[in-house]
């Protein structure tokens, strides 16, 4: 700010305003009392001292001085000297802006699963440029700029147990950072591990979960929600409740764990035709088929020596089975 002044500005003023600094030796720099090398009060006005304008100092132009001599020797450095300065020179603060408010706001913090949800960030108290971080329990997960419309939205759509957490919104401007957070919970059954089942609900014991898996039908075990399984043979019953309406709009095709036989239904196995449900399975007309379906499957890939396996572009998901619960029998007692 001094730097702006100019010498003819610094020397046109009437009187001598001191301001703290000292330029001794072409320096710029507090004024000190008690140090002979930094005891030349500075200031500017055409009825100052020594005014050498070929000396750098801290208007850059010239040097001015409002003292006298060795100060610091005559114990009044950088003090007010009435026969030589007329008053102080005042330079204007610098305002530093105020942290961002935040407020998170959400219709609610419990959320069905299935439900969509908006989480809003609204800052207030501030100008100028917003940075703004949202977090998901520490981990990143949206950064934006605001500039004129303080407000940041994050959407998620189809909550499920997944999204349970903890979301902050970090907003930050030059005058510092603020934050707040909320928690989210999602309540209700989830039949799929990304709680998007293709059938409809009114399928208590069955699910048509999409994703891929790898290994063995088995592995597609993480696309089950809680309480939920691949189903095999021992679930044959709760697949036939699936009526043929809603096995027609299934769109894809999920594996389980069977393999269509005359005889008998099996588990699926590397060398045999992996079963599954849905209107772009592969069909046959003979063997009948496990299920009151069909002989319905997935088309394995020609290159795969496990043809139980995920095959993209024929998998769509599984077929996941609610996991029996195992009643008490009862008079049994543990020993020890």
């Not at 699936?242 to 769109?251: A, I, M, R, T, V």
């Amino acid at each position: 700010m001094l730097k702006e002044i100019s010498w003819e500005e610094a020397t046109s003023i009437n009187g001598c305003y001191a301001y703290d600094a000292s330029q001794d030796g072409g320096t710029c720099k507090p004024c000190v009392a008690d140090h002979w090398g930094s005891d030349d009060l500075a200031g500017i006005g055409k009825s100052c001292q020594h005014q050498n304008p070929m000396v750098t100092s801290c208007i850059g132009q010239g040097k001015i001085d409002a003292s006298c001599c060795v100060d610091s020797l005559l114990r009044r450095a950088c003090t007010y000297r009435p026969e030589i300065a007329s008053g102080v020179l005042c330079c204007k603060k610098e305002v530093l802006p105020s942290p961002p408010k935040v407020q998170v706001i959400a219709d609610k913090s419990t959320f069905i699963i299935g439900d969509n949800a908006l989480l809003v960030c609204q800052i207030s108290n501030t100008k100028g440029p917003i940075n703004i971080a949202w977090l998901k329990d520490k981990s990143l997960i949206k950064v934006e700029q605001l500039t004129k419309n303080l407000q940041s939205k994050l959407p998620i759509g189809k909550i499920n147990h997944h999204h349970n957490g903890k979301y902050t919104c970090l907003a930050t401007n030059d005058g510092g950072s603020s934050q707040d957070h909320i928690n989210i919970r999602a309540r209700g059954r989830q039949v799929c591990a990304t709680g998007d089942s293709r059938l409809p609900r009114k399928y208590y014991n069955i699910s048509a979960c999409p994703g891929r898996w790898k290994g063995h039908i088995k592995n597609g075990q993480s696309l089950c929600g809680d309480n939920f399984q691949v189903c095999s043979i021992e679930n044959i019953q709760d697949l036939n409740v699936l009526s043929w309406k809603d096995l027609f709009f299934l769109d894809g095709c999920f594996a389980y764990d069977v393999t269509h036989s005359s005889k008998q239904c099996l588990r699926c196995k590397e060398n045999t035709i992996m079963a599954g449900l849905g209107r772009l399975c592969q069909y046959k007309i003979k063997p009948r088929g496990c299920t009151r379906h069909g002989y319905l499957y997935v088309k394995a890939n020609k290159k795969s020596k496990n043809k139980c396996t995920y095959n993209k572009g024929s998998s769509t998901g599984v077929m996941c089975c609610r996991t029996p619960v195992k009643q008490e029998t009862k008079g049994a007692y543990n020993t020890l």
